[in-house]
């Protein structure tokens, strides 16, 4: 049994892992500390025989996970760093070390998901389609990833999180506090849902028209999947269909076992 685990700037998310398969995913805000809680979680576990870690975040919350994987079963912790290629992933960055690790093992994991239809007839292969797919992880900072079918990753873009979004528009104006509950529409008929429709607006008119350019350069819609802590609440705004797959960083994980 190895457990995976996904340090993010805001939470903590993990899964256990065997025989090729992934168990359900567990997710925590973590505050920049190993939470009790998802210690005493673990607690339970009865065997891990090694802990893979992609992280982000706090270095402390890192370090907290080593000290607690050689409390609870005493057995070795690999980080994975971002790496020039992977499992058919060729990343686009000069200096690949720079992308977040998380991004790339979301590349590296969509790289290799079965199509919607090879999972729905039960094959498990990857199609041969010469579908590209754009990656969209909605988390503390949002980001976008282009791949093409061949495993070129044509590099993305970053924008702050939803929360960030609509918080730093407070920080440097004179804008009152207002509700912040999310507004799905386009046209705000006051300041709180005007700021709260633009934070969920912006992430998927970026992510529409980069499937776009997608489509234009290679001449076939991409699939569009969603990750990341926040995905639910822009899910339902697209006009393009997708994919949700909340555990894509972690199935990338996997893949370094
Ligand atoms: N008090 C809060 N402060 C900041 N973010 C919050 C808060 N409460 C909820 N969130 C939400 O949690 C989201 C984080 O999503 P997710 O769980 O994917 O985090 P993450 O994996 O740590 O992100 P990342 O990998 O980008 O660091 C934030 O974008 C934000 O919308
Ligand atoms: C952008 C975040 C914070 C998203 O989690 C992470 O992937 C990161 O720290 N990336 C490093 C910068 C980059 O990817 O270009
Ligand atoms: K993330």
């Not at 892992?17 to 973590?30: C, K, L, T």
């Not at 000290?67 to 000069?94: D, L, S």
């Not at 070129?152 to 920080?171: C, K, N």
């Amino acid at each position: 049994m190895k457990l995976l685990i996904d340090i993010g700037n805001t939470s903590l998310k993990w899964a256990l892992y065997q025989d090729g398969e992934i168990g359900p995913m567990r997710s925590a805000r973590h505050f920049e500390a190993l939470p009790i809680d998802v210690i005493a979680s673990w607690e339970q576990i009865a065997r891990v025989s090694k802990v893979l870690v992609a992280s982000v975040g706090p270095q402390g919350v890192f370090e907290a996970v080593i000290a607690a994987a050689r409390a609870c079963w005493n057995c070795p912790v690999v980080r994975i760093e971002t790496g020039v290629q992977a499992h058919g992933v060729r990343i686009a960055y000069a200096e690949p070390s720079r992308l977040g690790v998380d991004r790339f093992l979301a590349l590296v994991a969509a790289h290799s998901l079965p199509t919607p239809a090879a999972a729905a007839n039960g094959s498990g292969h990857r199609a041969d389609t010469a579908a590209a797919i754009l990656i969209v992880d909605v988390g503390t900072a949002i980001t976008f990833d282009g791949l093409l079918a061949d495993g070129t990753h044509l590099g993305g873009q970053i924008l702050p999180g939803i929360a960030t979004l609509r918080s730093s528009l407070l920080q440097r104006t004179q804008l009152p506090s207002h509700q912040t509950q999310d507004h799905p529409g386009i046209w705000g008929q006051d300041t709180g849902p005007a700021i709260a429709g633009a934070s969920l607006q912006a992430p998927v008119a970026v992510a529409e028209r980069l499937v776009h350019r997608l489509e234009q350069q290679t001449g076939v819609p991409p699939r569009l999947i969603l990750t990341g802590g926040d995905a639910e609440r822009i899910a339902t705004l697209f006009d393009t269909p997708l994919e949700q797959h909340p555990d894509l960083v972690l199935r990338g994980l996997a893949r370094f076992d």
